[in-house]
């Protein structure tokens, strides 16, 4: 099993331009999460799915548009992209019982981001 | 307020010695999960271990294991025989609930660790 993957590893934006970062987990997780992590903080929660076709607002969600077609991808969008979503992006995913315990969060390795 | 703290913005140990990194934690809710991740320099979260708040025993992971003081709502990582690829961010995190019956993680600010030869 590859885990959690994520591409690109490193990308330079120019401000107003978009992208889309890929997450794809092969361990058949329902959830599915994307956060953000800025220099010298913890993680951030941008947007989550419980599963595909359902997507949903975290903490931190304005600028950012994602989407849930299958099971195993959950790219996020990023539109009009700003200096303030300079950051380091985590795809992670997990498992949840239908009563909604989550088992750990398995992250993958990252994309960092600039935009100038 | 801060759900998690971790009050050590950075420690050092020596080699082969044990250390522990503190987290406090904030909740009303009766049930929830802490969780240690390590983040090396090459940027990767890597989980290490969890203890759920009705576990009634410590978690432990080979080197790792968690003093949980459920009434001081601390989870501390000890780190038994200290080795060089120890040396990275750690996080504490919790796991709360969330909307329309979800969960998240929410995080420390994290403490880095040192290991000295």
Same mark, same amino acid.
């Given at each position: 099993?590859?885990g959690?993957t994520?591409t690109?590893?490193?990308?330079?934006?120019?401000?107003?331009?978009?992208?889309?970062?890929?997450?794809t987990?092969?361990?058949?997780?329902?959830y599915?999460?994307?956060?953000?992590q800025?220099p010298?903080?913890?993680l951030?929660?941008i947007?989550y799915s419980?599963g595909?076709?359902?997507?949903?607002?975290?903490?931190?969600?304005?600028?950012?548009?994602?989407s849930?077609?299958?099971?195993?991808?959950f790219?996020?969008r990023?539109?009009l992209?700003a200096?303030?979503?300079?950051?380091?992006?985590?795809?992670?995913?997990?498992?949840?019982t239908l009563?909604g315990?989550?088992?750990?969060?398995?992250?993958?390795p990252?994309t960092?981001?600039?935009v100038l | 307020?801060?759900?998690?703290? #971790?009050?050590?913005? %950075?420690?050092?140990?020596?080699?082969?010695?044990?250390v522990?990194l +503190?987290?406090?934690?904030? *909740?009303?809710?009766?049930?929830y999960?802490?969780?240690?991740?390590? #983040?090396?320099s090459? %940027?990767?979260?890597?989980?290490?271990i969890?203890?759920g708040?009705y +576990?009634?025993?410590?978690? *432990?992971?080979?080197?790792?294991?968690?003093n949980?003081?459920?009434?001081r709502k601390?989870a501390?990582l000890?780190i038994?025989?200290?080795?060089?690829?120890?040396?990275?961010?750690?996080f504490?995190?919790?796991?709360?609930?969330?909307?329309?019956?979800?969960?998240?993680?929410?995080?420390?600010?994290?403490?880095k660790?040192?290991?000295?030869?």
């Amino acid at each position: 099993n590859a885990g959690v993957t994520q591409t690109p590893k490193f990308r330079i934006l120019k401000i107003g331009q978009s992208m889309t970062l890929q997450c794809t987990q092969d361990m058949n997780h329902n959830y599915m999460y994307w956060y953000r992590q800025d220099p010298g903080m913890g993680l951030k929660l941008i947007y989550y799915s419980v599963g595909a076709g359902i997507t949903d607002k975290g903490e931190v969600p304005n600028g950012y548009n994602v989407s849930r077609s299958t099971t195993e991808d959950f790219p996020l969008r990023l539109e009009l992209a700003a200096p303030s979503q300079t950051s380091v992006y985590f795809c992670a995913s997990s498992y949840s019982t239908l009563a909604g315990l989550t088992d750990t969060q398995y992250f993958g390795p990252g994309t960092r981001l600039t935009v100038l | 307020a801060q759900k998690i703290t #971790q009050t050590q913005p %950075g420690m050092f140990v020596q080699e082969k010695e044990a250390v522990t990194l +503190d987290c406090t934690y904030d *909740t009303s809710d009766p049930s929830y999960g802490l969780f240690w991740y390590k #983040q090396p320099s090459s %940027g990767e979260m890597i989980f290490l271990i969890y203890q759920g708040s009705y +576990d009634q025993q410590n978690a *432990t992971e080979g080197r790792y294991s968690l003093n949980f003081q459920k009434a001081r709502k601390s989870a501390n990582l000890v780190i038994s025989a200290s080795q060089l690829g120890d040396s990275a961010m750690y996080f504490c995190a919790m796991r709360e609930a969330f909307r329309g019956g979800s969960e998240k993680l929410v995080f420390g600010k994290g403490t880095k660790l040192t290991v000295n030869p």
